[in-house]
């Protein structure tokens, strides 16, 4: 099993930035990739980036160039840093993991909504404010 434990999240105007950490603990060695997604008051879920064991990341095309992913392997703890927040990235924002290699791969967090990670943590509220 595997703990994910969110922090970071909280109000900023549009334009500032929020860095979100997620505190890993348990079997972290049996995972693949980590990610974060987010999941909006229309209860719409998205993955907006993923890095896999090997540091290799993804983004969807709405956080390109805005976000980015990253995590400390000592401590087992994973990062999120949004810079340029826009009203529309809203949402509560949740850590996860999987221990699919071919899954992890492919990209398949980001590349389809309703894939469904083995690990998930409870979620940190983003609010942006225009």
């Known amino acids: 099993q595997v703990q994910l434990v969110e922090s970071g999240g909280g109000s900023v105007q549009a334009g500032g930035s929020l860095r979100l950490s997620c505190a890993a603990s348990g079997n972290t060695e049996s995972t693949y990739c980590m990610a974060w997604y987010r999941q909006n008051s229309r209860k719409e879920r998205e993955g907006v980036a993923l890095?896999?064991?090997?540091?290799?990341?993804m983004y969807a095309d709405s956080v390109k160039g805005r976000f980015t992913i990253s995590r400390n392997n000592a401590k087992d703890i994973l990062y999120l840093q949004m810079n340029n927040l826009k009203p529309e990235d809203t949402a509560t924002y949740y850590c996860?993991?999987?221990?699919?290699?071919?899954?992890?791969?492919?990209?398949?967090?980001?590349?389809?909504?309703?894939?469904?990670?083995?690990?998930w943590g409870k979620g940190t509220l983003v609010r942006i404010s225009s």
């Open positions: 996860a993991a999987d221990r699919s290699e071919v899954a992890c791969s492919g990209g398949y967090p980001i590349r389809y909504s309703n894939y469904d990670v083995d690990y």
């Open positions: 890095i896999r064991n090997d540091g290799t990341t």
